[in-house]
Every structure is written in C-alpha cells, then in structure tokens.
Nanobody, 128 residues
C-alpha cells in the first residue's frame, strides 16, 4: 500500500504563510495519473475537504473557507504536491492530510472516501 509522505506544517501567527508538501512514492513510475486532495481535521471535529488538483493541474477546487487564501499545486514529474497557505487564521488550526485517487473522479471529489492513498498528516497551529 502506497503511503504519501508529508512535510511542512508547524506553529505560526495569524496572517503568516506556510507551505505543505506531499510526495507520492513511485520509484518505478507505475502509480500512473492521479488527483491529489488536501483535507484537514481540527481537534475534536470531522475531517473536512480543503482543496483538490488533478494530475495535470487542469482542475483545482477549494472549500469556501480557504478560497482566495490557499493555493494547491502539483509537480507531476516529481510526484510532489503542495498546499500554499497565506493569511492564515486561528480557525485554520488542524491536522492537514494529503490524499490521492487514481480514478480521476469528476468534480471536487470532496469526500474523504473518494481517496485511496493518504499521508499521515501534519499539524498546523495558528495563534492569534
């Protein structure tokens, strides 16, 4: 089972920026095309959709709560996705997860169950 490798995260102040990275391990280049999603889970709450991007970057989707502040990108050649977060707010505090799915579903695919491969998550804490 492929496990995505996440990095980034940490503790910042409101208004700061942060970038998360997510690598799809694929040394034999057999994983194929995929879409990458980002989710977050605040303490004591359900996991929620944040953003999604298709393998060629042709389609991106964002939740209303992060639209205009977060940017999702994907370097398919390096199998690395990024979630760039700007103007962070305390309510952005959560564990952030990246995920991948190879069915190339149409639309935002905002349900966690739409994704088959996950990272372990990284904590982002925003203080006021």
């Amino acid at each position: 089972q492929v496990q995505l490798a996440q990095s980034g995260g940490g503790m910042v102040q409101a208004g700061d920026s942060l970038r998360l990275s997510c690598v799809v391990p694929d040394p034999g280049r057999t994983f194929g095309r995929y879409a990458m999603g980002w989710f977050r889970q605040p303490a004591g709450k359900e996991r929620e959709f944040v953003a999604r991007i298709t393998w060629n970057g042709g389609n991106t989707y964002y939740s209303d709560s992060v639209k205009g502040r977060f940017t999702v990108s994907l370097d398919f050649a390096r199998n690395t996705g990024y979630l760039s977060m700007a103007n962070l707010k305390p309510e952005d505090t959560a564990v952030y997860y990246c995920a991948a799915e190879r069915r190339l579903m149409r639309g935002p695919a905002a349900a966690a169950g739409d994704y088959d491969f996950w990272g372990l998550g990284t904590q982002v804490t925003v203080s006021s």
